[in-house]
């Protein structure tokens, strides 16, 4: 019988269920006419994978799957692949065309954390290079939020230690301490410094008395109630009053109870 008459004689023995005779041993039966495969030729391990076809049809829906399979694989570019290649698989993987094609959820702000146009920009540039498709710039996004608002609340616990602290040591003077030391970033620092400060150091006790410390030295001084002595020098008043020399001599006026 010829091998076109075999590959027939077993697809009519498949769809009528009738007896046929077998292939030879070195041949699997074929879907398609005229086609036989050699496993003689093959190696064992190769014969040995084969083996769990019992039939043409099962090799023939077996490759067409595999071939449905690698139709839709992404393979990765690379270290060469230029910068279409690259485009082209970052869009396989979901990635919108541009960076305004991301859309960010709305999320929780803490007190101290604002919604900053640019920095959403920049997750944008960011998602956009690394090839992110929607949902993960979406958890991209999500997850500076959340540094963020975890930054804000450590800021706010330092922020209210100082205060106690300060509280406990300054006592009455707390208020006027605390206004001497943004006298004191008012006439020295700027927009940066005062972002600085924001930013923690201007929660920290030994810095916020030593910017009081600062304000005090600048301050005018003020005069005095109690008793003078019965004799002064001429400098009394410089001594007394660094802040204000014009306040010695005759200048100097103290009021005694």
């Known amino acids: 019988m010829a091998e076109a008459d075999q590959a027939a004689t077993s697809l009519a023995t498949e769809s009528t269920g009738t007896a046929a005779k077998p292939a030879p041993d070195n041949q699997a039966p074929s879907q398609t006419t005229g086609m036989v495969l050699d496993l003689a030729s093959m190696e064992e ?24 399979k690698l139709g839709a694989a992404v393979t990765l570019p690379g270290k060469d692949a230029t910068a279409e290649e690259r ?7 979901g990635r919108p065309e541009t960076k305004d094609g991301y859309e960010l959820d709305t999320l929780f702000l803490a007190d101290g954390v ?49 205060r106690e602290t300060l509280r406990k040591e300054w006592s009455g003077d707390y208020d006027k301490n605390i206004a001497m030391v ?3 970033l008012r006439k020295f620092g700027d927009a940066q410094t005062v972002q600085y400060m924001n930013s923690g150091p201007g929660n920290d006790p030994i810095m916020l008395k030593l910017l009081a410390r600062i304000g005090k030295t600048m301050s005018p001084d003020t005069f005095e109630q109690g008793s003078i002595p019965s004799e002064t020098k001429e400098d009394d008043g410089t001594n007394l009053f660094p802040n204000s020399p014009s306040m010695t001599g005759a200048n100097r006026r103290v009021s005694v109870r």
Do not use: Q, W
């Not at 485009?87 to 993987?93: C, E, G, I, S």
């Not at 640019?118 to 939020?145: M, P, Q, S, V, Y």
């Not at 540094?147 to 804000?152: D, E, I, S």
């Open 45 to 68: 391990k190769d014969r040995a994978r084969l083996a769990k076809f019992k039939t043409g049809n099962d090799l023939a829906k077996s490759y067409l799957h595999l071939e449905s």
């Open 114 to 162: 604002t919604k900053d146009a640019e920095t959403e920009g920049k997750i944008r540039d960011i998602a956009f290079d690394l090839g992110l498709n929607k949902d993960n710039a979406k958890r991209l996004h999500k997850t500076f939020i959340d540094l963020a608002n975890r930054g804000a609340a450590m800021v706010g616990e330092m922020k209210e230690k100082a």
């Open 182 to 184: 943004g006298s004191v």
């Open 87 to 93: 485009d082209a698989f970052y869009t396989r993987l």
